[in-house]
Nanobody
Framework: QVQLVEFGGGLVQPGGSLRLSCLAS????????MAWFPQAPGKEREFVAS????????KIGDSVKGRFFISRDNAKNTVYLQMNSLKPEDTAVYYC?????????????????WGQGTQVTVSS
């Protein structure tokens, strides 16, 4: 069983930055692609970023391209989401996800494990 725990959410002003972290535990984490999916109030969870196990492939959602960046440290079983130039519409609960495959997916059904989410609020 894999557990994912997100860290780093909070309140930030428009134009600010935040870095989210997601720590995976429970078993040796190998060959798992990971991703981030925010869910705004009243909306469906949507894809924003994914990275393959070896970081060979990265996919960033069009709505955040150029502002959000994903990275990972496999030695620490951790994936990060760097969020820059934040906008009020980025406000959401951000969920970390992992899948039992090394390659990325942009769909919810492509992932096998989910964290509990961390709240990001962008407001002045």
């Amino acid at each position: 069983q894999v557990q994912l725990v997100e860290f780093g959410g909070g309140l930030v002003q428009p134009g600010g930055s935040l870095r989210l972290s997601c720590l995976a535990s429970g078993r040796t984490f190998v060959n798992n692609a990971m991703a981030w999916f925010p869910q705004a109030p009243g909306k469906e969870r949507e894809f924003v970023a994914s990275m393959s196990w070896g970081a060979t492939w990265t996919k960033i959602g069009d709505s955040v391209k150029g502002r959000f960046f994903i990275s990972r440290d496999n030695a620490k079983n951790t994936v990060y989401l760097q969020m820059n130039s934040l906008k009020p519409e980025d406000t959401a609960v951000y969920y970390c996800a992992a899948r039992n495959r090394a390659t990325i997916s942009t769909t919810l059904r492509g992932y096998d494990y989910w964290g509990q989410g961390t709240q990001v609020t962008v407001s002045s």
